[in-house]
């Protein structure tokens, strides 16, 4: 029998890549975890989104399932930990939008140093003309980034791709925390690693490139504004939850900071009513930083790739979970092989 796929509708997914590889595909709109169960639990693998999400509850319902493949980078709709235990693959694309979140980073930082919401706003209803006091203070509070301190909070594909950008700009140091990367990994782009306490303290401007787990989890919150110049300016392209929203409102009412420019929030999409939405020195951005046509166009290509390598015993483009792998050979040792009886042995690949 062929393997069956299950496919979250969405007008981006290649499902005609399935269907040459021989599989079979169900596809489905899905809004809850009762539905997800619905089109995932006769499947072998899945494309997945970031609602809803992929718990335990749903792997657990799911006995065949043996890999779910995300669109982008971002892993964190996955329960890693149900998916390792139980021997199914989580896998992502990574890379493959760096570019863009880079990009957008940049032009969210120039934004709120140009402070172009708020120019091009006022020029619109006509205040150039009619109130020449407004442009004179714009004049005396747009910044420059050169001589500045420029600081990267997570310095992975994303971080490096900010460094490479901004550099351009001439800031006069540009700082970045890691605790996995080295100083002599950060020296080919000419950033000086240090702790976050440092880089909150002396960063002018900051931007957040790391990803949403447990450790990270309000890694910028009220303890870390309280750090932070009353000029400075944070972006967030990453993950909502990296930032303690409730924290920001604060800062930013209070003149702990100058402004902020968030992409993503805590709860996406944001509630209309939301008091972030009400924020003058803050700007939003609808989560989409990491698209483009071009993304959209290689994207869904790699993601069914991977459920497709997998199948037939090679190796994703991404996996998030690489521990699965010892959990699948010993499905393999014991019994029937589990979920994974009559899929090729891939390990090795996986190992490489």
Not at 47 to 70: D, F, G, N, W, Y
Not at 89 to 108: K, R, S
Not at 206 to 232: G, L, Q
Request: with cysteine; glycine share 8%; proline share 5%.
């Amino acid at each position: 029998m062929p393997f069956k796929v299950a496919v979250m509708a969405s007008k981006h997914h290649r499902t005609d890549l399935f269907e040459k590889a021989g599989m079979e595909v169900i596809e489905g709109s899905v809004s809850s975890t009762a539905e997800m169960i619905d089109l995932l639990k006769d499947a072998d693998g899945a494309l997945i989104s970031t609602q809803p999400l992929t718990s335990r509850e749903v792997l657990e319902a799911c006995p065949k399932l043996k890999v779910v493949s995300r669109l982008g980078v971002g892993v964190d709709s996955i329960d890693l930990d149900a998916a390792t235990e139980l021997g199914v693959l989580a896998c992502n694309v990574p890379g493959v939008n760096t570019t863009e979140v880079a990009d957008h980073a940049v032009a969210m930082l120039l934004a709120l140093t140009r402070r172009l919401y708020d120019t091009i706003t006022t020029t619109r209803a006509g205040q150039w003309s009619e109130n020449p006091r407004l442009t004179s203070e714009y004049q005396e509070t747009v910044r420059r980034i050169a001589g500045h301190t420029v600081g990267i909070i997570g310095f992975g594909n994303i971080g490096k791709a900010f460094a490479t950008r901004v550099r351009g700009f001439g800031p006069e140091r540009i700082l970045a925390a890691d605790p996995y990367v080295s100083q002599t990994a950060a020296d080919l782009y000419g950033v000086q690693m240090v702790d976050l306490d440092t880089l909150l303290r002396e960063s002018d401007y900051m931007t957040v490139h790391t990803s949403a787990t447990e450790e990270t989890h309000h890694i910028i919150d009220a303890e870390a504004f309280s750090k932070m110049k009353p000029t400075a300016m944070i972006v967030n392209c990453a993950r909502g939850p990296l930032i303690d929203e409730v924290a920001l409102q604060v800062a930013l009412r209070d003149g702990q900071i100058e402004a902020a420019a968030i992409d993503v929030t805590e709860v996406e999409p944001v509630d209309p009513e939301s008091p972030l939405l009400q924020i003058p020195n803050l700007i939003v951005t609808p989560h989409l930083a990491g698209y483009s046509p071009k993304f959209l166009e290689e994207c869904p290509i790699l993601q069914a790739e991977s459920v497709i390598n997998v199948l037939t015993g090679t190796k994703p483009h991404g996996l998030a979970n690489p521990e699965v792998i010892k959990s699948i050979a010993v499905m393999r040792a014991t019994g029937d092989g589990g979920r994974w009886a009559g899929v090729p042995d891939f390990s090795t690949a996986l190992q490489v």
